[in-house]
């Protein structure tokens, strides 16, 4: 009854006007009139919403492209500088410090009589011109006779296979950081390998070498031998089983040496919040190399260092040029 009541006192008064209006604008005109304010609206919301979410989505993707200038990784040279230098030789060393490396991965293998080389069977194998021999076959006297220059020309001047002594003597004071990535081969296998790679390390006054194994064991024996040497343990695909072997299976290590087709966001998140460190291994191509920058990897090792180094540049002067800031 009283909306009624106030329909009916309203009427006159709001009608009254509207029926004058009605009388003197034809009728269109309101139509226009609302078309109008739909477009100025529309002009007024839409072109900056638009323009604000491409330029959020620019802002998206320049800084997926760009935040690992935040953070760059390290730039690990494997066994030096191998494009321009025999691997694990003083000249590939030489190259991969003149290029400024963050760090320089050598190989390490025990001789018969157990003394250790900076050498790998592979190449070992190559410089013999023998597809079975083994580091472990050969005594120290027998590997130090050994002449790179027989298989590799325009050698800076040192032809023999260095001892990890010696390897570490030029190395270990002009990188960041030392990755020891420790071969177990015959006759010895394990035994007092971790004892006889820490005397080295002592020896040789390392105190930024790192020590990684394939063998779990061997890297558990080095953590219970020294714990105050950062020791890392290697993800993979068991070759024999085809199963990618645990993320965080050793509490002990701070890094984690992962095969990097293996890598992905999972990995990196679940491996930063243990407390462990990426290492991404062996990176040779650009497109994984880009890859591994996206992800935030701790540190890239890769054959070929003066590359990655030039696309991380190119990368940066990239970033910059499209206002990425990098903080301070
Ligand atoms: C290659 O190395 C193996 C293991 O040391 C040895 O038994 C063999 O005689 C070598 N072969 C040649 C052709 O030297």
């Keep these: 009854?009283?909306?009624?009541?106030?329909?009916?006192?309203?009427?006159?008064?709001?009608?009254?006007?509207?029926?004058?209006?009605?009388?003197?604008?034809?009728?269109?005109?309101?139509?226009?009139?609302?078309?109008?304010?739909?477009?100025?609206?529309?002009?007024?919301?839409?072109?900056?919403?638009?323009?604000?979410?491409?330029?959020?989505?620019?802002?998206?993707?320049?800084?997926?492209?760009?935040?690992?200038?935040?953070?760059?990784?390290?730039?690990?040279?494997?066994?030096?500088?191998?494009?321009?230098?025999f691997p694990n030789t003083m000249d590939a060393y030489s190259y991969a410090i003149r290029s400024q490396v963050d760090c320089i991965e050598v190989d390490v293998s025990r001789s018969s009589d157990g003394v250790l080389f900076a050498l790998h069977n592979r190449d070992l194998q190559r410089i013999a011109r023998n597809s079975s021999v083994q580091v472990g076959d050969l005594s120290m006297k027998q590997i130090k006779e050994l002449d790179v220059s027989q298989i590799v020309r325009g050698t800076l001047g040192n032809r023999r296979i260095p001892t990890l002594e010696d390897a570490l003597a030029v190395i270990s004071n002009s990188v960041r950081q030392v990755i020891l990535d420790a071969k177990v081969g015959p006759p010895m296998y394990e035994k007092g390998l971790a004892q006889d790679i820490l005397s080295?390390?002592?020896?040789?006054?390392?105190?930024?070498?790192?020590?990684?194994?394939?063998?779990?064991?061997?890297?558990?024996?080095?953590?219970?031998?020294?714990?105050?040497?950062?020791?890392?343990?290697?993800?993979?695909?068991?070759?024999?089983?085809?199963?990618?072997?645990?993320?965080?299976?050793?509490?002990?290590?701070?890094?984690?040496?992962?095969?990097?087709?293996?890598?992905?966001?999972?990995?990196?998140?679940?491996?930063?919040?243990?407390?462990?460190?990426?290492?991404?291994?062996?990176?040779?191509?650009?497109?994984?190399?880009?890859r591994m920058l996206h992800l935030g990897v701790d540190a890239v090792v890769t054959s070929d260092p003066a590359m990655f180094q030039g696309l991380m540049e190119d990368l940066r002067t990239e970033c910059l040029e499209e206002g990425f800031s990098i903080r301070t």
């Excluded at 008064?13 to 209006?21: A, K, N, P």
């Excluded at 997926?64 to 935040?70: E, F, I, S, T, Y």
């Excluded at 089983?241 to 984690?256: D, I, S, Y």
Aim: with cysteine.
């Design 200 to 290: 080295v390390i002592e020896k040789a006054q390392c105190k930024n070498c790192i020590v990684w194994a394939k063998s779990d064991s061997l890297a558990r024996d080095i953590i219970k031998q020294a714990p105050d040497i950062t020791v890392g343990y290697i993800v993979m695909v068991d070759p024999s089983t085809g199963v990618r072997n645990n993320l965080l299976r050793m509490k002990g290590a701070r890094v984690v040496g992962v095969y990097h087709p293996l890598t992905d966001e999972k990995l990196v998140r679940a491996a930063h919040r243990r407390n462990k460190e990426v290492y991404a291994w062996t990176v040779d191509d650009a497109d994984p190399m880009k």
């Design 1 to 85: 009854m009283a909306i009624f009541e106030w329909r009916q006192r309203r009427r006159p008064l709001d009608g009254g006007v509207t029926r004058r209006r009605h009388l003197f604008r034809p009728l269109y005109s309101r139509k226009l009139k609302r078309m109008i304010l739909f477009a100025v609206v529309f002009l007024a919301i839409f072109p900056p919403l638009f323009f604000h979410l491409k330029l959020r989505r620019f802002r998206q993707i320049v800084a997926r492209k760009c935040d690992w200038l935040h953070r760059p990784p390290l730039v690990c040279a494997h066994g030096g500088d191998s494009t321009r230098a």
